[in-house]
């Protein structure tokens, strides 16, 4: 069973950046493809950037040209750069796999103040 343990959220001013990593344990994500999903106050969790496992990225219309993500399988471990933060990031950010989602971690506070 794979476990899934997102770190690297902070409060940080509009403009500027944070790196969110989730790191998996249990079981290798190598093989499965990842995302990055969010979940702000009173709204539904969104998927945010998606990577497959052999690199290939997605993301949504809000964060894209602001955000990254990338995967280290050597370390079972997925990243999300963000750049040029905006107040309407604020969210608790989680990872999992796009496909048979597996039990949420915790997730990382992200708070980007105006």
């Known amino acids: 069973q794979v476990r899934l343990v997102e770190s690297g959220g902070g409060l940080v001013q509009a403009g500027g950046s944070l790196r969110l990593s989730c790191a998996a344990s249990?079981?290798?994500?190598?093989?499965?493809?990842m995302g990055w999903y969010r979940q702000a106050p009173g709204k539904q969790r969104e998927l945010v950037a998606r990577i497959t496992s052999g690199g290939i990225t997605d993301y949504a219309d809000s964060v894209k040209g602001r955000f990254t993500i990338s995967r280290d399988n050597a370390k079972n471990t997925v990243f999300l750069e963000m750049n040029s933060l905006k107040p309407e990031d604020t969210a608790v950010y989680y990872c999992?796999?796009?496909?048979?989602?597996?039990?949420w971690g915790q997730g990382t506070q992200v708070t980007v103040s105006s």
């Open positions: 999992n796999r796009v496909v048979q989602l597996v039990r």
């Open positions: 249990g079981s290798s994500i190598s093989v499965n493809a």
